[in-house]
T-cell receptor
Framework: KQEVTQIPAALSVPEGENLVLNCSFT??????LQWFRQDPGKGLTSLLL?????REQTSGRLNASLDKSSGRSTLYIAASQPGDSATYLC????????????FGQGTTLQVKP | DAGVIQSPRHEVTEMGQEVTLRCKPI?????LFWYRQTMMRGLELLIY????????DSGMPEDRFSAKMPNASFSTLKIQPSEPRDSAVYFC????????????FGEGSWLTVV
């Protein structure tokens, strides 16, 4: 059974800092991995999707990497801004292509002005 | 597109009452998912449909929960009877095609059972 872990659970950084959020998973036989952002009281917004054959994806100041062999993914946020404050969740989709996403518990990020 | 639309956004109900949550997926999407989010357990998949057919309901906690998708543009999640431990945020999400595509979430239905 796939387990997805995100450490730390919370992170506070000053504005402008580059930071890395971590995601680990126990079963490397994944179809893809997605990073989501959740603002308080809101649903989840997909940030980046990495297919199992890919090593990384980039969107603006965000870069997500995937290392299936070690069961790890990282989300790199460059030049953080207060508007980046949110909870970030990673989720894996199994290689069976069942459509089922398994989520981590998330990392709550606070970027202080 | 208006995105995934859920209703109600907030509901407070008494224990034992029936609760019905509604979802309209993005037009053209053929996968629909119901998730539940709590502080203790995070996001859990309850059930998902493909082309209106339930594919995996192994996450439905017990018989008090049921979900239907009578057509491609509407789904319901029903809890009968409701209990305080059902208090959570219930998300509906949809996606197009097979597993490689992005999943889109609604804003959630915040349920409190007192």
């Amino acid at each position: 059974k796939q387990e997805v872990t995100q450490i730390p659970a919370a992170l506070s950084v000053p504005e402008g800092e580059n930071l890395v959020l971590n995601c680990s998973f126990t079963d490397s036989a994944i179809y893809n991995l997605q990073w989501f952002r959740q603002d308080p009281g809101k649903g989840l917004t997909s940030l980046l999707l990495i297919q199992s054959s890919q090593r990384e994806q980039t969107s603006g100041r965000l870069n997500a990497s995937l290392d299936k062999s070690s069961g790890r993914s990282t989300l790199y946020i460059a030049a953080s801004q207060p508007g980046d404050s949110a909870t970030y969740l990673c989720a894996t989709k199994g290689a069976g292509n069942t459509g089922k996403l398994i989520f981590g518990q998330g990392t709550t990020l606070q970027v202080k002005p | 597109d208006a995105g995934v639309i859920q209703s109600p956004r907030h509901e407070v109900t008494e224990m034992g009452q029936e609760v019905t949550l509604r979802c309209k997926p993005i037009s053209g999407h053929d996968y629909l998912f119901w998730y539940r989010q709590t502080m203790m357990r995070g996001l859990e998949l309850l059930i998902y449909f493909n082309n209106n057919v339930p594919i995996d309901d192994s996450g439905m906690p017990e018989d008090r929960f049921s979900a239907k998708m009578p057509n491609a543009s509407f789904s319901t999640l029903k809890i009968q009877p409701s209990e305080p431990r059902d208090s959570a945020v219930y998300f509906c999400a949809s996606s197009l095609g097979r597993a490689g595509n992005t999943i889109y979430f609604g804003e959630g239905s915040w349920l409190t059972v007192v």
